[in-house]
């Protein structure tokens, strides 16, 4: 049963609480909040008998028996509970409406149902969680539906997934170019001597960096691809112009897409946090027979990480012609590490063993800086050596003949969230550490091996300060230990 009335006067609110507990109403409460005389008794039937087939409103209410009735419910009634709902309108009346809700509340009973599962279930979810939505020790297999990009992204962000696409498939792209253009007869005269040229070239580790382009380096389209993550650098302490650096970057990551926003661009100004070194990042010999690739690694002033190339970088050039202000950038790990690259587990850095950089201080006099980037390992998910032990000793066995390996990695996509091979949109903060200070060898000099194990630790104990120190700035999982192994 429903009665409304219409009141004049915005301001005045209703006399009656919105929601009342329940009682028993009588005829002249009701009389009096209807603003009738008079209230009809009520009945129910055909309008043909005149027996009073149902109690008025104001008679009491005899509770039943807690018998149940269909479907396991009680049918002990209740008093009708007064309901009044304020409906304002554009003109500042009031439509006060007064509503008993008498219906019946079933009571819920100690039966339960089992449902089977859902048909198509198995279609709304993927395999993999995002380690965004990775929470302490849930499972990574445990599924969530795959979110797709919105159409209504902005410009920029969309930019910034380009760039980073450019880079991740740079290689393939430059040798598509290379082939569609060796299928075409016009361009053999020039693709011929171009080939042997790479082949036999030297300037990967000449030394004299003479292909770098600072210009390139300090494109903004590079500010896309640093923004994406995003990355940042960061500095413990000034470098002297005067000296020369070893920077060592750990760890290895998939892609070492951190190595290459701070030490291969300018995007996130290490020229402005470190002004008179002009630093390289250093990379596999074989990228630089790659045809096409190698002219754009070596204009971003990328150089080959064999010990020639190291040894020519500190030793020549520079403000004085000895490498006086130069150095180099080595991601120590190397291909091994990137097979312990998971996300959201102990950082686990392949350096126990890996002492030839040290040596390569000690003989050119270059000064050790440990590198720690927080959230390199977090971009990819790959697959675990514990759940595919053949798949990884498979991986060793590449890495030991050819000198690589390659990880079976997954990320997002260009167009979702969960499926792909585009790294995560994960927070990169690379932390330059102290300079351990290093006393240079004479030439033909034996390398003392004391010295090399006293220069190692104290290179470990400053990559773990920096742990220590800046762990829980940057976000890292509660648990997560740094771990030297190997």
Known sequence: MSVSTLSTSPAQPPSVPLESEPFPATEKETDRLNGVEETPTQFVGNGEAHTQRSPPLSSPRHKKSGSLGVNGTSKEQKPPKLIVQDFPDRTGQRLTSLLFDDKPRPQRTQTELVSGRRAGASWDRSQY????????NRPLTEGLSIHFAPFSVPLKRRLQTLMVLSHTLSIALFLTAFFLLCAIPLFWPLLFPYTIYVLLSAAPHSGTLSHRSPFLRSLPIWSLFASYFPARLHRSSRLEPTRKYIFGYHPHGIISHGAFATFATEACGFS????????????LDSNFRVPFYRDYALAMGLASVSRESCESILTKGGANGEGMGRAITIVVGGA???????????????????????????????????????????LYEQVTSDSHPFVHRFQLMVKKCMGFTVPLFHARGVFNYDVGLMPYRKPLNVVVGRPVKVVQVRKGEKVDESYVEELHAAYVTELERIWEEWKD???VDKGVELKIVE
Do not use: C, M, W, Y
């Not at 402005?272 to 990379?283: A, D, E, K, Q, V």
């Open 336 to 378: 091994r590490e990137s097979l312990d690259a998971q996300p959201h587990s102990h950082l686990r850095l392949v350096l126990k063993r890996r002492k030839g950089f040290v040596k390569l201080a000690i003989r050119t006099g270059a000064d050790l800086v440990p590198v720690l980037a927080f959230g390199e390992n977090e």
């Open 129 to 136: 969680v995002q380690p965004s939505e990775a929470i302490g």
């Open 272 to 283: 402005t946090l470190f002004p008179g070194i002009t630093n390289t990042l250093l990379t």
């Open 473 to 475: 700035v940057f976000g």
